[in-house]
């Protein structure tokens, strides 16, 4: 009772004092009619999006300021995975300023903006068209688009999701030659899993992790066209299936691909470092999953005569370790052999590390190290196939899985 008087008294008070402030106010102008932008909104609200925000410059440019995923107990950060929808009047000119591309690796400040070299734009998020940047100087990223329509996808590289991944196993998991093991679970609780293509009888196995990095949708494409070509049931397939099984970990960091991260898992942890030592379970429980795979697998007889990491990056690199001693040549004889086959059956040209590259604590050097299995980092470039002459798209990375199915039989023989 007391206190709804109180309040009366307390409105009536500013009531009156408004009141006579406007009385003594000169007149107010009208508030300038807000312009809008050159975009309506930038939809990130769907599977692969990359957090964001964004303002317009004076000249209507859209900077878009990408979000940084960071290293635990590191300075290193990460940006650079982008997609998201711009809405916008059909025909409208559209300038996107990408900004936040101030990565930091291994300690190390460095641009990310040299490695964009061009966006690919969709009007469904199916059928994708490459873009070129621009960049006006060193560091800048700027490209400017025409609205088909009201919407427009734009992505750094074709995307490959989550439910991309799931629609592929879906479609093969009845095949007998197919099985679907689940060995673990990311740090969010998304099961991941070893997809085997060909039988556990074959002599030799060959491993394959893609999506290690968020961003890097390529590793996912070359697994679809290699699982895709073992399973034609025609001779080739035959052939290489005779000779070998494919173990596969597709999507090794489900939670920073579903998330729209760029690099590290969700403990802050980069699934292609610190296979030097045994994986935190808690932390890096991705890792520590294949790890325990593996060694059953070794426990088993099963050690994989090759394993592939698959990677994007601006330039595209078979990186090979070069381990110290005798058992450190023929490894690397090995893996020259392998690059050999590479060229003779895939688009592949791009050549391997130099002798001085070290690459510490990648899955390659870890894994020859740790377990004696012959592995590698192949990174794929994110702007151009080289080998195809032409701009780099999900086909050109689906072509090469195709190739891949005999690259491995000629080593396996
Ligand atoms: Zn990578």
Not at 45 to 56: G, M, V
Request: net charge neutral.
């Amino acid at each position: 009772m007391l206190l709804t008087a109180l309040c009366a008294v307390v409105r009536d008070t500013v009531v009156v004092a408004a009141e006579e402030a406007a009385k003594a106010a000169p007149a107010v102008k009208p508030a300038p009619v807000v312009q809008p932008g050159a975009v309506d909104f930038i939809d990130t609200s769907f599977e692969n999006a990359s957090p964001l925000w964004y303002e317009f410059a004076a000249d209507g440019t859209v900077m878009v300021n990408l979000n940084y995923d960071h290293q635990r107990s590191s300075l290193n950060r990460a940006a650079g995975h982008f997609h998201f929808r711009l809405q916008a009047p059909k025909g409208r000119r559209v300038t996107l300023e990408f900004v936040n591309l101030k990565n930091v690796w291994n300690n190390t400040p460095g641009s990310v903006g040299k490695e964009i070299k061009q966006v690919v734009v969709s009007q469904d998020g199916r059928n994708w068209t490459p873009v070129p940047t621009e960049s006006p100087e060193d560091g800048r990223v700027r490209v400017t688009l025409e609205m088909p329509g009201e919407s427009l996808f734009v992505a750094r590289a074709e995307p490959y999701r989550l439910s991309d991944l799931n629609r592929l196993l879906e479609e093969i998991k009845s095949n007998p030659l197919v099985q679907v093991t689940p060995i673990g679970k990311t740090v969010q609780g998304r099961q991941i899993e070893i997809l085997r293509v060909g039988r556990d009888s074959a002599p030799k196995t060959i491993f394959i992790r893609a999506r290690a990095h968020p961003w890097e949708p390529a590793g996912n494409w070359v697994v679809e066209g290699l699982v895709r070509r073992l399973l034609k049931g025609d001779a080739l397939a035959e052939k290489c299936l005779a000779q070998y099984r494919v173990c596969i970990l597709p999507m090794a960091n489900k939670d920073g691909v579903e998330r729209g991260g760029t690099r590290f898992n969700l403990g802050g942890k980069d699934l292609n470092r610190e296979w030097d030592k045994p994986a935190d379970p808690q932390l890096a429980p991705e890792n520590a999953a294949l790890e325990r795979w593996l060694e059953a697998e070794i426990q088993a007889g099963r050690r994989p005569a090759l394993a592939l990491d698959l990677h994007n990056d601006g330039n595209g690199l078979l990186h090979l370790s070069r381990p110290e001693g005798p058992e450190g040549e023929k490894h690397l004889a090995r893996m020259l052999a392998f690059e050999k086959s590479l060229r003779a059956h895939t688009w592949f040209t791009e050549g391997s590390s130099k002798p001085s590259f070290r690459n510490p604590g990648s899955l390659g050097e870890g894994w020859f190290a740790r377990y004696g299995v012959d592995a590698a980092i192949l990174e794929f470039n994110c702007n151009y196939i080289a080998g195809l002459k032409e701009p780099a798209m999900g086909r050109g990375w689906l072509a090469f899985g195709g190739g891949l199915a005999e690259a491995f039989a000629a080593v396996t023989q």
